[in-house]
């Protein structure tokens, strides 16, 4: 095992705070094996790399020798986490729980090494609370010290309803580090309160308490929001790896060292290297930026579908060659075609208003080449076989269908 100061610059490495950091020096000094602990509730079936931040810092516990608990809140996704919340969670059924939870494991199993991980569920421990066992918890906790969170004084200023289960939350979450021991407890800086729950109850039940972990929140591929499918920004684990390559390599130049240390498994000395070299400008952001794709994509597929990615991007934005597997689009086409209404037909764009905005921005390209700002029309013949890209990754063959 590594010594203190070495593992201590591996899990310093990207994080946003470590509380208190003097707690977790203290921990590794023990020189055993500690028990590091994420909780995740299954409320979304499909992961992206902003959801596998805290997954690959786990990964690195797992590689200096720790022991990892993947807590599945099969129970606390019923009652709904929340954090950044400005209403009241929707509750999910015990039958759409289940099934995130599945995908969930299976996603999470790209990053965490099966072998080494624990997997609970915290309905084995809080299915089972009686009233009584609730009474005890909650007296633990006061309602001052819960109203503290950021999400339930806004709420509670604009009059907005916080419902009362929604105050058990972060005590069931707390509760989990009781029951399984946790040394060490991860989540996104939106988790610190109830992290710090976690490390209060335990102190409360005589308990060494957690040190508490936090990793910042990825922004996506536009480089201001944090990643979201809400916000059409994010890198889906499951993405096809041409379009994942293409993703990565369209986030801001300034991100591409945080990439580096949330979303690969190079190690930390290597990505402290690359980001000297960036520094000093001995390397080439563009450069440094494929492989950095390439490293994401071969994480999540393999080298072979990585090179492969990266040949399909080189065709389509050095070459302006078309992918090889683009979508057809069967169309029976008048003589003259009005080119906004196919590329909203064809799936290309939202609406007629947006075809003409891109056409008019350059944005339109037939078999590679980009139709003039003011031409909406086009002649049939032009239209019927040839490839239209829009933007960067947008490509539909049309096919006659007459």
Known sequence: MLSVDEQLHVIQSGVADIVPEDAMRAKLAQGRPLVAKLGVDPT??????????????LRQFQDLGHEVVLIIGDFTALIGDPSGRNSTRPALSVAEVEANAQTYIEQAFKILDPDKTTMR????????????????LTSRFTVARILERDDFQKRYREGVGISLHELLYPMAQAYDSVAIGADVELGG???????????????????????????????????????????GNYIGLTDEPADMFGKVM????????????????????EVDALEAGLGAGSLHPNDTKRRLAREIVGLYHSHDAA????????????????????????????????????????GLVPSNGEGRRMIAGGGV??????????????????????????????????????
Request: hydrophobic letters at 45%.
């Open 307 to 346: 090179l492969q990615a990266e040949q399909a991007f080189d065709r389509v934005f050095k070459s302006h060659e078309a992918p090889e597997d683009v979508p057809e689009y069967v169309a029976v086409l008048p003589d003259e075609v009005f080119v906004p209404a196919l590329l909203k037909d064809a």
């Open 365 to 402: 390209r037939i078999d590679g080449e980009q139709v003039a700002p003011d031409v909406l029309t086009l002649p049939r013949e032009q239209v019927i076989g040839a490839v239209i890209q829009v933007g960067k990754r947008r490509f539909v063959r049309i096919v006659d269908g007459s």
């Open 250 to 269: 369209s986030i801001p130049d300034e991100l591409m060292v945080k990439y580096y240390r949330l979303c690969t498994a190079l190690a930390v000395e």
């Open 121 to 136: 569920r915290n309905s084995e421990w809080l299915a089972g609370l009686g009233f009584a066992d609730l009474i005890r």
């Open 44 to 57: 979304a079936p499909d992961l992206h790399l902003g959801h596998a931040v805290p997954l690959r810092k």
């Open 189 to 231: 800086t939106d988790q610190l309160f109830n992290l710090l729950a976690g490390r209060e109850l335990m102190e409360k039940e005589s308990m060494d308490p957690q040190v508490c972990l936090t990793l910042p929140l990825l922004e996506g591929t536009d480089g201001v929001q944090k990643m979201s499918k809400s916000y």
